[in-house]
């Protein structure tokens, strides 16, 4: 276990004094809202801890949407996708409304889901965005394995199969659709198994393709990791601008919270020193990458939850 508390302690000087590796903001390519923290599930490791009682972050309305919608267009950003995560983005009661408002003024959506029941109650609203939008709206479903008892070991007991319904219903209407998926049980043949399952169930997905299969690496809490200086993208043959919270930002209602703010990063949606402001103007600054996930997901995973063209990155390191 990583028992050093002095590390990822201060903003700028890592826990040996070298200076930290910081990212700039280059521009907001994607724009992500958290549509709250509420999910049908309990996963074992959820990245951002949602479940059916966790409420630490609000649903989100349209009107708080809408502000941030407006301030890319008045204030002339690059951003031309949004990204709707939670929790569940279909538990938010304010979804298809939501999703009607991105698409509406011409941006491309990628939504997050685990393709369940709440997104099934809003068949006939999908259909007619995909029928109205068409090739604007992706489904990522979130598919942690090919095998059905190791997504259950993640999920939870009679996860896999209602996940299937779902996403061989978005299959079988011509939804432009992804599967997210996970390293955690350290496969060598991962795609491949994809590869068979997706051609058994007849789903026009391929896994060979990395925007078409997300592989996320696993952010365990107790494995240690490095700091990340200043000096580790030459040593590691990274560029920075393709670290996510270079083109990303996240828009979530903290409870309690009457407005908005925005996180440097989806996965760190709790954390006040990563919470830049309550516009996107105040959230153009450099972050430091001052958090063990900043590390172990996204500079030495690979991992990103953007889409990888917008990254250029693919799947993470072998671990």
Not at 192 to 221: C, K, T, W
């Amino acid at each position: 276990m990583d028992i050093d508390s002095r590390k990822f302690s201060h903003p700028h000087l890592t826990a040996n004094g070298k200076p930290r590796a910081s990212i700039a903001l280059t521009a907001i390519k994607t724009l992500w809202f958290n549509t709250g923290t509420q999910c049908n599930l309990s996963c074992q490791n959820c990245y951002i801890e949602s479940s059916p009682s966790n409420n630490r972050l609000s649903y989100i309305s349209l009107t708080q949407v809408q502000q941030f919608l407006n301030e890319i267009q008045v204030e002339g950003h690059p951003t031309e996708e949004i990204g709707l995560t939670g929790g569940e983005p279909f538990m938010n009661p304010d979804i298809m409304v939501i999703m009607a408002e991105i698409l509406r003024r011409g941006f491309k959506l990628l939504v997050l889901s685990n393709a369940m029941r709440p997104m099934l109650k809003h068949q006939q609203a999908l259909l007619r965005l995909h029928q109205h939008y068409p090739g604007r709206l992706q489904i990522r479903v979130s598919m942690d394995h090919h095998r059905a008892d190791l997504h259950e070991q993640e999920r939870g007991a009679k996860s896999w199969e209602p996940m299937l319904e779902g996403l061989k219903w978005l299959n079988s209407n011509g939804f432009t659709i992804a599967i997210a998926g996970r390293t955690r049980w350290g496969d060598a043949n991962l795609r491949e198994g994809y590869a068979e399952l997706f051609a058994r169930l007849g789903l026009s997905i391929d896994a060979h393709n990395p925007q078409q299969l997300v592989l996320f690496p696993e952010m365990d809490q107790n494995s240690p990791v490095p700091e990340i200086t200043s000096a580790c993208w030459g040593k590691l043959g990274l560029d920075p601008e393709k670290i996510m919270c270079a083109s990303s930002r996240m828009v979530v209602v903290h409870r309690g919270d009457n407005q908005p703010s925005v996180q440097a990063c989806t996965l760190l949606a709790y954390d006040q020193r990563f919470n830049l402001g309550a516009t996107l103007a105040e959230a153009d600054t450099e972050v430091p990458l001052n958090h063990p996930h900043c590390a172990r997901f996204c500079v030495l995973g690979g991992g990103s939850c953007a889409p990888v063209t917008e990254t250029g990155q693919a799947d993470p390191p072998t671990s």
